[in-house]
């Protein structure tokens, strides 16, 4: 049963790279979103999806983009990695309806951007 | 100002302490609170959850939730070290909605 699996679990960027954080659960959960984690800010809402095709940004957006192809996958591109975008990147998924607020957390992705 | 305010801590209690964790929330919309507890280099697991106002228990663990003054505490009995982590408070308005979480007290439990 392994619930929310994140990969990498580490990664070094130079300012200006791109990549892809890969994100899945085999839950059949309908909610998966996008987290980041920083010293001092808590965890901050990056983008979320209700069901496959269907993403809304969250709090913090800018410099991310994410798609929704399938139930099981939530992946996480970083378009051009800026130093601000050191942080720990949490993927979580949820099923709908009452109860969904309950977030099923992966065990993150560290990223550096230097 | 944060819709959800926490103390990050960090806070250290003896073994066998009784541990009172808090949190306050500006948005009287919110339903839904919960505590997350993460271990170092770990993702957040759910740890209490509660809907509207009033109490839970589970274990040594009591949720408490008081909607009139926006505040909410997690009380663990007789602590212990592996109770060590940081503790996330969270709120949301309906189900399955964005939750908006605390910053996380580290808790730190010694022998």
């Known amino acids: 049963n392994a619930g929310v699996t994140q990969t990498p679990k580490f990664q070094v960027l130079k300012t200006g790279q791109s990549m892809t954080l890969q994100c899945a659960q085999d839950m059949n959960h309908e909610y998966m979103s996008w987290y980041r984690q920083d010293p001092g800010m808590g965890l901050r809402l990056i983008h979320y999806?209700?069901?496959?095709?269907?993403?809304d940004q969250g709090e913090v957006p800018n410099g991310y983009n994410v798609s929704r192809s399938t139930t099981e996958d939530f992946p996480l591109r970083l378009l051009s990695a800026a130093p601000s975008q050191t942080s720990v990147y949490f993927c979580?998924?949820?099923?709908?309806?009452?109860?969904?607020?309950?977030?099923?957390f992966g065990s993150g992705t560290q990223l550096s951007v230097l | 100002q944060k819709e959800v305010e926490q103390d990050p801590g960090p806070l250290s209690v003896p073994e066998g302490a009784i541990v009172s964790l808090n949190c306050t929330y500006s948005?009287?919309?919110?339903?839904?609170f919960m505590w997350y507890r993460q271990y170092s280099r770990k993702g957040p697991e759910l740890l209490m959850y509660t809907y509207s106002s009033g109490n839970k228990e589970d274990g040594r663990f009591t949720a408490q939730v008081d909607k009139s003054s926006k505040y909410i505490s997690l009380f663990i009995r007789d602590s212990q070290p592996s109770d060590s982590a940081t503790y996330l408070c969270?709120?949301?308005?309906?189900?399955?909605?964005?939750?908006?979480f605390g910053t996380g007290t580290r808790l730190q439990v010694t022998l």
């Open positions: 979580a998924s949820s099923y709908s309806g009452q109860g969904g607020e309950k977030l099923f």
């Open positions: 969270a709120t949301g308005r309906e189900p399955a909605s964005k939750l908006t």
């Open positions: 948005n009287s919309a919110f339903q839904y």
């Open positions: 999806s209700v069901g496959a095709g269907i993403t």
